[in-house]
Nanobody
Framework: QVQLVESGGGLVQAGGSLRLSCTAS????????MGWFRQAPGKEREFVAA????????DYGDSVKGRFTISRDNAKNTVYLQMNSLKPEDTAVYYC????????????WGQGTQVTVSS
């Protein structure tokens, strides 16, 4: 059973930083693309960032480019999301997700961690 556990969320003032972590109980973690998504109340889920299995390729949603950085440590089965210059509109529940490198579908999801940015 694959489990993804996020941590690192919290309350921060606008302009501040947070780093989210997601640890996966996956035997072959390096075979998975890892992604971060977020969902604010009353809004659809939004793509935030993704990273290829070897960390060589990353992708970001337009709203976070230049402010957020995704990285991974395959030795620790962990993916990170460094969030800088946070804005109130970044307030959401952030979810970690995993998809096998041969698939386009994210099959595994974490329970989410709340990020709240105050103005």
């Amino acid at each position: 059973q694959v489990q993804l556990v996020e941590s690192g969320g919290g309350l921060v003032q606008a302009g501040g930083s947070l780093r989210l972590s997601c640890t996966a109980s996956i035997r072959t973690f390096s075979n998975y693309f890892m992604g971060w998504f977020r969902q604010a109340p009353g809004k659809e889920r939004e793509f935030v960032a993704a990273i290829r299995w070897n960390g060589g390729v990353t992708d970001y949603g337009d709203s976070v480019k230049g402010r957020f950085t995704i990285s991974r440590d395959n030795a620790k089965n962990t993916v990170y999301l460094q969030m800088n210059s946070l804005k109130p509109e970044d307030t959401a529940v952030y979810y970690c997700a995993a998809r096998l490198y041969t698939s386009n579908q994210y099959l595994y999801w974490g329970q989410g961690t709340q990020v709240t940015v105050s103005s």
